[in-house]
Every structure is written in C-alpha cells, then in structure tokens.
C-alpha cells in the first residue's frame, strides 16, 4: 500500500500569519491518464473530516481561497496564506490511485 | 441536502460482530461510493471499504477477510459488519458518500460518526 506521510506533526500560528503542511507519498501519485490523485482533508474537533482540496490543487466548493495546494510526483503541500481561528484542526492528505485508499498521519494546526 | 446518520452499538464485545447502519437522508443511494472510514481514539485515518456500482465493493486488505459492506435501497441505508472483533476495532466509525468528479474520488458528506468500543 501507499504509505503517506506528513510533516511537521504540529504547527502553531499566529492569526493573520501563513502556514505550510507537507505530505510525502511512498510511490508517484502521478496516474498514467495525466491526473494525480492527492486530496486534503481537515478534521475539526469533534466533527468528521471535510473535503478541502482534490487534485492537489482544486479547492471543493466553499472552501475560502485562502486554502491553496501544490506539488507533483510524491511531494505535495497544502498552504494556509493567513491562517484564520476557524482554521485549527487536523489536516490529513489521502491518495486514491491505488487501493487501498490511504491517509497520512495528520497535522495538528493550532492558533498562538 | 445529503446528510448521512450512523446508528449501532456502541460497545461489543471481543471477538464478536461489530454492525452498524448509515442512513442516508436527501438523496438516493442508488449511486455513488458508499463509504466507512475509521479512527481509533486520538489516531488517523482508516479507509475500511466502499459499495459501488449496486453491488460492487472494495476493501482494505488489512481488513477484507473480516469486513461486508452492503446496501439497502428499500430503506436507504447502507450497512457494516466486522467480524472477529478486538480491542484493535476500537475506534470512531464513519460513514461517507464517495462521488466521482471526472476521474477523482471526494467524500462528502460524512456522517457525524459513532465511537464503537470493543470490550468485555
């Protein structure tokens, strides 16, 4: 299976300031259709995950464009330009081009 | 709106049948990935499988000997069982409608989720 790993575990940031969540895959993400296949999650405390980013760099509808992903092959990086107090949680990458499906360990993000 | 309810037992006891319900409210369920994905207390993620297609499904290999997802149109619910449990199972049990947007996979919505606990 593809194994995903985020970096750092943590982060804290002051309100206003940008943050940067790494996400490292064990094999390209890269399909042979041209498409790579890495999306961005945020869990909030006590709620379930939700959808921020597909295709390494397509934000889902109504998330704020403050929200921006980057990358290629098996690096890949989500960033926050001015991190908000709505922003805290954990943000986990996932792949879908293989099975099983796989998350990285997460990043807590949380406000100074 | 699409809203999705996981409803179970929320303690089983080891080595038992861990089975739990997701209704789905809003839309129909005769389409789309329906999905569990779970999160033992204070971990990450864990995709457990999907049905697709009315019938086809797919599932952790970690988990595939003991795991069925299954559909019920007539109630639309879609439903799962873990056989085999143990303290391992323990864990935050989502439900999720996986929908394809060209040739990507997104969940949304998730169910709230339900904390199952395996212990005698």
């Known amino acids: 299976e593809i194994v995903m790993s985020q970096t750092p575990l943590s982060l804290s940031v002051t309100p206003g300031q940008p943050a940067s969540i790494s996400c490292k895959s064990s094999?390209?993400?890269?399909?042979?259709?041209?498409?790579?296949?890495l999306y961005w999650y945020l869990q909030k405390a006590g709620q379930p995950p939700q959808l921020l980013i597909y295709?390494?760099?397509n934000r889902f509808s109504g998330v704020p464009d403050r929200f921006s992903g980057s990358g290629s092959g098996t690096h890949f990086t989500l960033k926050i330009s001015r991190v908000e107090a709505e922003d805290v949680g954990v943000y986990y990458c996932?792949?879908?081009?293989?099975?099983?499906?796989?998350f990285g360990g997460g990043t807590k993000v949380e406000i100074k | 709106q699409v809203q999705l309810q996981e409803s179970g037992p929320g303690l089983v006891k080891p080595s038992e049948t861990l089975s739990l319900t997701c209704t789905v409210s809003?839309?129909?369920?005769?389409?789309?990935?329906w999905t569990w994905i779970r999160q033992p207390p204070g971990k990450g993620l864990e995709w457990i499988g999907y049905?697709?297609?009315?019938?086809?499904?797919n599932y952790n290999p970690s988990l595939e000997s003991r795991v069925t997802v299954s559909v019920d149109t007539s109630k639309n619910q879609f439903s799962l069982k873990l056989t085999s449990v143990t303290a391992a199972d323990t864990a935050v049990y989502y439900c999720?409608?996986?929908?394809?947007?060209?040739?990507?996979?997104?969940?949304?919505?998730w169910g709230q989720g339900t904390l199952v606990t395996v212990s005698s």
């Open positions: 809003g839309y129909s369920i005769n389409s789309y990935y």
């Open positions: 996932m792949q879908s081009i293989q099975l099983p499906l796989t």
């Open positions: 295709e390494v760099s």
């Open positions: 999720a409608r996986g929908f394809r947007y060209f040739d990507w996979l997104l969940f949304d919505p």
């Open positions: 094999q390209s993400l890269l399909h042979s259709d041209g498409k790579t296949y």
């Open positions: 049905m697709y297609n009315s019938g086809s499904t």
